[in-house]
Nanobody
């Protein structure tokens, strides 16, 4: 059973940067697309970014395009989310997830079947 562990969250000022990491166990990491989602209390989990298993394709939510970058290192079984120019509205719990697909970059949480425990990001103004 694959397990995902996120790290790198914290509290920062608006305009600062943070880099989230998600380490995966198991030997099938490179076969599956990975995604980052975020959620705030009372709201549904929201797609942030996705990357294909090979790392050659990426997809972003409009709200983070140009500020966030998703990447992966398949040799280290790790996916990253570099977040620049953070805004207070980026405050949320961030989750990484493994897709049921290898190359398709889906945005629906239901198409991801393994989730990490989440890491909190707070951006103060």
């Amino acid at each position: 059973q694959v397990q995902l562990v996120e790290s790198g969250g914290g509290t920062v000022q608006a305009g600062d940067s943070l880099k989230l990491s998600c380490a995966a166990s198991g030997r099938t990491f490179s076969r599956f697309a990975m995604g980052w989602f975020r959620q705030t209390p009372g709201k549904e989990r929201e797609f942030v970014a996705g990357i294909s298993g090979s790392g050659t394709s990426t997809k972003y939510a409009d709200s983070v395009k140009g500020r966030f970058t998703i990447s992966r290192d398949n040799a280290k079984n790790t996916v990253y989310l570099q977040m620049n120019s953070l805004k207070p509205e980026d405050t949320a719990n961030f989750y990484c997830a493994q897709s049921i697909y290898g190359a398709v970059l889906a945005v629906l949480p239901s198409t991801y079947n393994v989730w990490g425990q989440g890491t909190p990001v707070t951006v103060s103004s």
